[in-house]
């Protein structure tokens, strides 16, 4: 899993069907950002934890989520590393 | 999911029959280049959601179907940062 | 696999229930962190070998465990390199 | 999916049985080189698409074949970026 | 899959044991360092196809072996880019 910040929900209107049910989120890992689903209910900078490959799917919901990148827990207390 | 934008279709003559009756688009997300199939339908110029891992082949419409990276949505609004 | 050094436990009191009865490891390999199932049993500082992809869910207990990345093995002896 | 020009083919005469029945050809994408089973029939300078992750085994012929990169395409018409 | 030189046996006293049975090898590609179940039975500075993703655990002997590198062949011959 890794660690990244959430930025913002993300709205994308025309999407698969598979797709929705579930909110979107931008979020940052240093410079780089991707797209989460978000399985927990966070907030614009939540540090959270996210888990890919196939585990993505059942953190989602189902084995049909079409996720890559789920959102699957709110880290209690992080602080980042300068730099990062 | 990462986010790409369209650059255009890609024309492969020759593939494996798994491949076939979708369309294929160069996607760009800075300099990086990769091929994604296209499940939503989009144009070059759009910012799309792109997913991967074993969930791309769901997103392209089975089980089967031979995709590691597939445009699941269209972003209504996108602006990419400076330098990426 | 990948060898990683373990940082600290990770706490997350809002996760989804599925990441629930196994600990969370800040693993660090170099300048980069990812956050890890621990399935051994292991203490700061140890050395591991951490499993990722679809085999990181069987790893953490069961194919439905949302993990991307496990810790399967602690290490006998393992010197990092300069640099690294 | 990715796109990667066929540089040569690969000897391996010790390997698991699972892999054979099909022919290894060394890729190559700027400067990194991978190897990828040949689904296609490719010769060496044709600019081929990749496909990865799980899809690379049924695009290889069956579920159990033990690829993670099988060349599914031939590109009609590429011109590489400079640089690339 | 991509190509590595192996390096040198890795031991783990403990870990899980879905790991057992195979052994495991310290594998390096240029800079990086990783660890392969080793399924071909190699020797140090032998030069090798690694395969990666949910096709690991195939190659390593069944779905359930919790790999996501597995060394599947021995190259007969394999000249290395400088720098690389």
Chains 1, 2, 3, 4, 5 share one sequence.
Do not use: N
Not at 19 to 29: A, C, F, K, P, S
């Amino acid at each position: 899993m890794k660690i990244y910040q959430v930025e913002k929900p993300l709205v994308a209107t025309h999407r698969i069907s598979g797709l929705e049910h579930r909110h979107l989120q931008v979020v940052r890992d240093g410079r780089a950002r991707a797209v989460a689903v978000d399985a927990v209910g966070c907030t614009p900078g939540d540090w959270v934890i996210c888990v890919g490959s196939s585990a993505a799917r059942d953190a989602a919901g189902s084995k049909e989520f079409p996720s890559d990148l789920t959102i699957v827990g709110i880290i209690d207390h992080w602080v980042p590393e300068e730099g990062a």
